[in-house]
């Protein structure tokens, strides 16, 4: 078994989204806020019902619906319109499977009408509540949220059959080691991973063992004695008779009292990164039996070594199973294969299969750092070379005094004939590209290189450069804005004309554009290099 696709409407921060997994190996990457994690909670949620652990038919909070879809709702409302109301709706399309135990989930209970095996849970106004609901939101006083008590939850096979997880024939296990989960200590969680990886006479015998030491303790003569103190208290406290004991509900079992160690080191006790390491190992091997495999952000807390080893063991142990990982690492990008990489960005979703030939073989060979880094900034200035990203860099630390990375302005410096693979991701995912390049002596060229992206056709990315074809490249471009004393002073020569400072500056490109950036005299810079940086 295993997901085809995810379709989800009205869910956290995916409005509306589709992606298709690919059959084995899933890397989703992106930057915060981009719906990476909520991936994977709607995963959970259409394949078990669950989120963070907990059953959505029980546990649903108002924050599950998209904020803009419910904010645009409120708004129409007010402007007297009839909007239609928000819902949530997440599909799981599995592989399609005319026999076996997933020929009972199939049919085309979906929004494409396929026949196929699959999931959902919707979220929708109940029908017999639609009049107080609406005279809740109509009424201006009440929080412009959506009330959840007039929505009523659906959980449903492809054939239109209620479902529980006893019934589905498919494992999933979810891989978190942030160890910030609400609902388990690390201690715990690593306590719920060893159980899974007990065969199940060891499971038994842990559990017997904990209780028979749960009674041993009652029946320490100290702990009697303190019982048969308290006892003679009984009317001065309570009219019932007060003892101290173990607890020995169902709800107290080992994994929630017995500790895990680590070379007699409490669990605990060690270090982050060493029990973000055993977490994933633990999980993997716990998961042997799994369908699909959800893992986040894998290199948390780890060291270059340590992420290594544990990407390489995730890799040799998958399997043929699925695996979705979300990452913002581009080591676990490049050591788990690009070509199994989902792009993520706040306009939708791509792979490397989306791009032209010609891009996506340029993409597949070199390591997958720069294209993390375009995905991952909130805007980025591509330049051509080292002594460009220098230069750009110093206009805009002596703009607004702070490097671009401060602002998540990520300045990178590729070989000109790779501008254009750059942005037709940009193009396609609507990425905040600005793109700073000589005009090399011939406007006519250049227009031509980059057809297509000077129209203003794709208005998140723009061209900039400086018309002038006497100033082909970057240095006679700053000794036009700057006269010849203020170079000297900030490169600290003593040049007696244009032309032979403009003559070093060619020859040493990198160590001149260093100096500038290292220099504390003031320079002016190019306008067009002023119009990329600006916000």
């Known amino acids: 078994m295993h997901v085809k696709r995810l379709k989800v409407s009205g869910f956290k921060t995916l409005r509306s989204f589709e992606m298709e997994l690919n059959e084995h190996m899933n890397i989703v990457v992106g930057d915060n806020e981009s719906g990476k994690s909520t991936v994977i909670e709607a995963l959970n949620v259409a394949l078990f019902c669950q989120v963070a652990g907990r059953s959505v038919l029980y546990d649903f909070d108002p924050y599950y619906f998209n904020t803009g879809m419910v904010n645009d709702y409120y708004r129409d409302l007010r402007n007297g319109k009839n909007p239609e109301t928000p819902r949530i709706l997440i599909e799981a399309y599995l592989d399609d499977a005319d026999t076996g135990e997933l020929a009972k989930l199939k049919g085309s209970n979906n929004t494409r009408g396929e026949n196929c095996p699959g999931l959902y849970v919707s979220v929708e106004l109940h029908e017999d509540l639609a009049d107080e609901f609406r005279s809740y939101v109509s009424d201006t006083r009440n929080a412009e949220l959506m009330p959840i008590e007039y929505f009523e939850i659906a959980w449903r096979s492809f054939a239109d059959n209620l479902v529980s997880i006893r019934s589905l024939p498919f494992h999933v296990t979810v891989i978190d080691t942030t160890l910030h989960r609400a609902y388990f200590t690390p201690n715990k969680y690593v306590a719920r991973i060893i159980n899974d990886c007990l065969e199940q006479e060891q499971r038994i015998s842990l559990a017997t063992a904990y209780r028979q030491l749960k ?29 101290v004991s173990l607890d020995m509900s169902a709800r107290s079992t080992w994994d929630s009292s017995i500790t895990a ?14 029990q973000c390491r055993v977490q994933m190992k633990l999980a993997i091997e716990a998961a042997y039996g799994s369908n699909l495999l959800l893992i986040e952000e894998p290199e948390n807390h780890l060291s270059h070594s340590n992420m290594a080893r ?21 080591f676990v990008l490049n050591k788990l294969g690009i070509d199994s990489v989902k792009l993520l960005s706040s306009h939708g979703i791509m792979t490397l299969e989306d791009l032209s030939p010609e891009t996506s073989d340029y993409f597949r060979k070199p390591p997958g750092y720069d294209t993390l880094r375009l995905l991952l900034a909130s805007r980025t200035i591509l330049v051509e070379g080292p002594s460009d990203e220098l230069i750009v860099q110093k206009a805009y630390l002596m703009r607004y005094g702070k490097l671009p990375l401060e602002d998540a302005v990520d300045v990178i410096a590729v070989r000109a004939l790779a501008f254009k693979r750059f942005l037709e991701i ?23 290189k980059y057809e297509g992206y000077l129209s203003g056709q794709y208005p998140t990315i723009e061209v900039c450069y400086d018309t002038d074809p006497e100033c082909p490249t970057l240095e006679p471009q700053l000794l036009k804005a700057n006269s010849l004393k203020a170079l000297n002073r900030a490169l600290g020569k003593d040049f007696p004309n244009r032309e032979e400072l403009l003559s070093y500056m060619l020859k040493n490109k990198t160590a001149s554009a260093l100096k500038l950036f290292s220099s504390a005299e003031p320079i002016d ?4 290099i002023c119009h990329a940086i600006e916000s």
């Open 215 to 243: 009674h041993r303790f009652m029946q320490e003569p100290g702990i009697k004695d303190i019982n048969d103190y308290l006892t003679e208290k009984k009317g001065d406290i309570t009219p019932k008779a007060l003892t």
């Open 261 to 274: 160690h680590l070379d007699n080191i409490p669990f605990d006790g060690v270090g982050k990164g060493e």
């Open 310 to 330: 544990l990407i390489q063991e995730v890799g040799s142990k998958s399997g043929t199973r699925q695996m979705l990982i979300t990452t913002h690492s581009s």
């Open 426 to 448: 940009g193009a396609k995912l609507g990425l905040d590209i600005r793109v700073v390049t000589d005009n090399d002596g011939d406007i006519c060229a250049l227009h031509k």
């Open 525 to 528: 810079f190019p306008d067009y």
